[in-house]
């Protein structure tokens, strides 16, 4: 949320402790609403988004259960990698 909107609704926010919007308040509020074509627009692109967010996600957490399982084991020589045939290309080395 910009500063500007923050401070529009400090101006309507009640409570001593904490800042309060009231139903009643937010009511009276006029708020821009975009033609349905551009929320259907929106809604797609970030569904997406959080779609691919999710998988990265789960890969991240899937490649860092697979280190934490191989890594102890390749320190400890249980698993030798010496004998495999990987072709690493040399600027990713």
């Known amino acids: 949320m910009n500063t500007t909107m923050k401070m529009e609704l400090n ?20 708020i821009v609403v975009p033609p349905d074509d551009i929320r259907r627009k929106y809604d797609s692109f970030v ?32 698993v030798d990698v010496e004998k495999l045939d990987i072709n690493i290309p040399r600027d990713a080395a």
């Open 47 to 78: 569904e997406n988004l959080l779609a691919q967010l999710d998988n990265l996600t789960y890969k991240n957490t899937n490649l860092r259960r697979t280190r934490d399982l191989l890594l102890p084991k390749l320190i400890s020589g249980e």
């Open 11 to 30: 101006k309507y926010a009640g409570g001593a402790a904490q800042p309060l919007l009231t139903q009643t308040t937010l009511k009276k509020l006029q």
